[in-house]
Every structure is written in structure tokens, then in C-alpha cells.
């Protein structure tokens, strides 16, 4: 009888341990998303910047 149950126990604790790595996967990819979107913005940022100083390099160089 003591098999059975330990079998038991451990199959409910191997469920919880990888329910806890589960969650934390979770939560990583959440972080990585958002790193992810601040980067894509700060990109976004950069580009407008650097048309931003084309387009007023072209008209320094129309205006010689």
C-alpha cells in the first residue's frame, strides 16, 4: 500500500512543480514581450528622428 501512495505523491508533486515552472515561463514571456514593444518604439523613435534630419539636410542642401 505505501507504493501506490508514494507513486501518488510524487505524480501531484510533479504536477505542481511544473505548474510553478509554468507560471514562471508565463511571467519571463510577459517581461520579454514588453522589452520587446519598448524596443519596437524606441526603433520607431529613431527612424522619425533620422527622416526628421533628411528631410533637413535636403533642404540645406536645395537651399545652396
Known sequence: MFWPM???AMGFLG???LGVLA???FLEARRLGRQVADS???INRAAE???RAAVSTAR????L
Open 60 to 63: 540645406a542642401v536645395d537651399a
Open 15 to 17: 504536477l505542481a512543480v
Open 40 to 42: 519596437a518604439r524606441r
Open 49 to 51: 528622428d533620422l527622416e
Open 6 to 8: 508514494f507513486a501518488v
Open 23 to 25: 507560471v514562471r515561463v
